[in-house]
């Protein structure tokens, strides 16, 4: 059994910043791919930053420049770094972790940007 357990979030004025944190918990061996979606209210869920297996990252476009995706592979641990944040970057944030063949989620934590 997998657990994605997220923490971090909050409340926050734009140019703000914040670290997510997401633990991974479980029989894991090795990890294919984890990283962080985002939801905004009444929208669908989209990528933020990720890691793949080969450990190359991605980010959207939004977010370059400013978060920084990062991971202790020991742990089963991934981070994002957010910087100068924006209200558009106010969203319900997902941890997601590809593994043996599987997609888990954790349960999401509110990131709120005030303008």
């Known amino acids: 059994q997998v657990q994605l357990v997220e923490s971090g979030g909050g409340l926050v004025q734009a140019g703000g910043s914040l670290r997510l944190t997401c633990a991974a918990s479980g029989s894991i061996r090795r990890i294919n791919a984890m990283g962080w979606y985002r939801q905004p209210p009444g929208k669908q869920r989209d990528l933020v930053a990720t890691f793949a297996s080969t450990g190359s990252t991605n980010y959207a476009d939004s977010v370059k420049g400013r978060f920084t995706i990062s991971r202790d592979n020991a742990k089963n641990m991934v981070y994002l770094q957010m910087n100068s944040l924006k209200p558009e970057d106010t969203a319900v944030y997902y941890c997601?972790?590809?593994?043996?063949?599987?997609?888990?989620w954790g349960q999401g934590t509110q990131v709120t940007v005030s303008s």
């Open positions: 997601r972790l590809i593994y043996s063949g599987s997609i888990y």
